[in-house]
């Protein structure tokens, strides 16, 4: 047995509990009841002693208090399942027999994006580029949008240099909540969240963006926000290519990930994107594929209740897959 502090969805999970019943957190649609060992009120008790373990768990059968299963049995069955093959069945067994909410993860939610995305070395632009492709996340009244810019240096054909700029609205800035807009703040310091009156004024600054990014494609959702589209090639003059999100979202991330491995990715570690991050859930399918969707937004104490940066990158690293690869030009076989 082990008393490891938590990890994972748990980890999350706990920490937020905790913020509402120490008051750090206002969420009247939650009641937090922890059960929690008393290491430091009790420092003379082992908390590997099956026989204390009753003081944090109250579903365990003692003679002090009813129960739904004794030590023994629980060892047992915890043993049993941290020894099998897949992290599943002890997820499940955590799940079942002692209560802990598994929330809408498995255990393959911290993916290698989670893994690896903070260890990415910083930006330092290298040049020149052979591609360069423009992600946009349409984003909504209170969501920001968000554009990445993906480099290809010509010297690294696997290398991707991300640069995510993201916009809101005062109206949106203003709706967040208090946690949330400390994270706006760090980002506004940061230089990689804009704020503007109205939303024509933040459209106005994200396509004078995409100009003079020197693209050679601009894409996303192309069903994300009506008439982004034909505004977005109005000003710029640049069409605007769809990314289906769908299972290619999936796939892109795979590709991202890919790189992430190589350590051919670089971006700015600006604060909003690495919270996009954090909220990002990569939930697999019984088909193979991948759903990429929010973590409970109970869990968004910290400001993780945005994806808009992080979708904006996976969709600039789709445009690349799709459209990056060089033309063969027959002209010079012919003459």
């Known amino acids: 047995m082990s008393i490891a502090p938590p990890e994972g969805e748990f980890k999350r999970q706990l920490a937020y509990a905790r913020s509402v019943r120490d008051g750090r957190i206002t969420d009247p649609d939650?009641?937090?009841?922890?059960?929690?060992?008393?290491?430091?009120?009790?420092?003379?008790?082992?908390?590997?002693?099956?026989?204390?373990?009753?003081?944090?768990?109250?579903?365990?059968?003692?003679?002090k208090q009813p129960g739904t299963m004794d030590a023994a049995e629980l060892e047992r069955e915890l043993k049993q399942a941290a020894d099998a093959d897949d992290q599943e069945s002890f997820a499940l067994t955590l799940s079942q027999r002692l209560g802990i909410e598994r929330n809408d993860s498995?255990?393959?939610?911290?993916?290698?994006?989670?893994?690896?995305?903070?260890?990415?070395?910083?930006?330092?632009?290298?040049?020149?580029?052979?591609?360069?492709?423009?992600?946009?996340?349409?984003?909504?009244?209170?969501?920001?949008?968000?554009?990445?810019?993906?480099r290809r240096p010509k010297a690294a054909q696997r290398r991707l240099e991300l640069t995510v700029h993201q916009f809101l609205t005062q109206t949106g800035y203003d709706r967040a909540p208090g946690n949330l807009q400390e994270v706006y703040d760090e980002a506004i310091k940061n230089q990689t969240l804009h704020v503007h009156e109205t939303t024509e004024a933040m459209r106005n600054t994200m396509f004078d963006l995409v100009s003079q990014a020197g693209a050679d494609v601009v894409g996303g959702?192309?069903?994300?926000?009506?008439?982004?589209?034909?505004?977005?090639?109005?000003?710029?003059?640049?069409?605007?290519?769809?990314?289906?999100?769908?299972?290619?979202?999936?796939?892109?991330?795979?590709?991202?990930?890919?790189?992430?491995?190589?350590?051919?990715?670089?971006?700015?570690?600006?604060?909003?994107?690495?919270?996009?991050?954090?909220?990002?859930l990569v939930e697999e399918l019984a088909n193979g594929n991948r759903r990429l969707k929010k973590r409970d937004n109970r869990l968004s104490g910290q400001g993780y209740a945005k994806i808009d940066g992080i979708i904006s990158v996976i969709n600039a690293t789709a445009l690349i897959d799709e459209h990056g690869h060089r033309a063969f030009d027959a002209g010079r076989l012919i003459g």
Request: hydrophobic share 40%; with cysteine.
């Open 106 to 150: 498995t255990a393959s939610a911290e993916s290698i994006l989670h893994l690896h995305w903070d260890r990415c070395p910083r930006l330092i632009p290298s040049g020149p580029y052979d591609f360069v492709a423009v992600g946009i996340d349409a984003g909504g009244l209170d969501d920001p949008a968000a554009v990445c810019i993906a």
């Open 221 to 280: 959702d192309e069903h994300g926000q009506t008439g982004f589209a034909q505004a977005l090639k109005d000003a710029t003059g640049k069409a605007f290519s769809s990314v289906p999100q769908t299972w290619v979202l999936g796939a892109a991330l795979a590709s991202l990930e890919g790189r992430l491995l190589d350590g051919a990715v670089s971006h700015s570690h600006c604060p909003l994107l690495m919270a996009n991050v954090d909220n990002l």
């Open 30 to 63: 939650f009641l937090p009841l922890l059960f929690t060992f008393p290491l430091t009120e009790r420092p003379d008790l082992d908390p590997l002693d099956p026989s204390q373990w009753w003081r944090g768990m109250p579903s365990l059968r003692t003679d």
